[in-house]
């Protein structure tokens, strides 16, 4: 079945860094446009960055530009969020969603994954 | 980069019918057809219920329609059940972003 996996959250430091992961199944991955989104505890969703298909298009939150990269390895089926110069506001769960037009209409959403961002 | 505009709450009887907004600007909501809408129950992923205003991906109930008019998104559940008790977000297309909505409360009484 179609599917969305993340992996890689946890607890880091301010200043640290992270790699998520979301490993893609069911689908044609290299078709799909893709995006990670984040929700902090106890509030709502917010839209991180965006990724087209062949990862030639790249689009980023501002609150998330020059800190973090998104990318993409479709022959490996996966989807990655590279997280540097980590701050306490970006304690959330992140979300990846698979995105069939690019158009931020996203059906299909992993379970997400638990990024801490604490001394 | 502002969040859309949405109620924090909306309550409605089981039968009833409920809608929600979502208020944006010239350069999201009001300037395309791409505000997708999103049903999130308590510790699980958000669930596409609309998507391009109006239209619904298979297996979604068709108590569940979209509407746009100018910078203003609306979200109508009609025949209210109790598990339609969730939190509802807005997005919007908005070019090189994407932006939601802050999140409505729906309470089924």
């Known amino acids: 079945q179609v599917q969305l996996v993340e992996s890689g959250g946890g607890l880091v430091k301010p200043g640290g860094s992270l790699r998520l992961s979301c490993a893609a199944s069911?689908?044609?991955?290299?078709?799909?446009?893709m995006s990670w989104i984040r929700q902090a505890p106890g509030k709502g969703l917010e839209w991180v960055s965006y990724i087209s298909s062949s990862g030639s298009t790249i689009y980023y939150a501002d609150s998330v530009k020059g800190r973090f990269t998104i990318s993409r390895d479709n022959a490996k089926n996966s989807l990655y969020l590279q997280m540097n110069s980590l701050r306490a506001e970006d304690t959330a769960v992140y979300y990846c969603a698979r995105d069939p037009k690019g158009d931020y209409g996203m059906d299909v959403w992993g379970q997400g994954t638990t990024v801490t961002v604490s001394s | 980069q502002s969040a859309l505009t949405q109620p924090a709450s909306v309550s409605g009887s089981p039968g009833q019918s409920i809608t929600i907004s979502c208020t944006g600007t010239s350069s999201d909501v009001g300037s395309y057809n791409l505000v997708s809408w999103y049903q999130q129950h308590p510790g699980k992923a958000p669930k596409l219920m609309i998507y391009e205003v109006s239209k619904r991906p298979s297996g979604v109930s068709n108590r569940f329609s979209g509407s746009k008019s100018g910078n203003t998104a609306s979200l109508t559940i009609s025949g209210l059940q109790a598990e339609d008790e969730a939190d509802y977000y807005c997005c919007s297309y908005a070019g090189s972003r994407g932006v939601f909505g802050g999140g409505t409360k729906l309470t089924v009484l």
């Open positions: 069911g689908f044609t991955f290299s078709d799909y446009y």
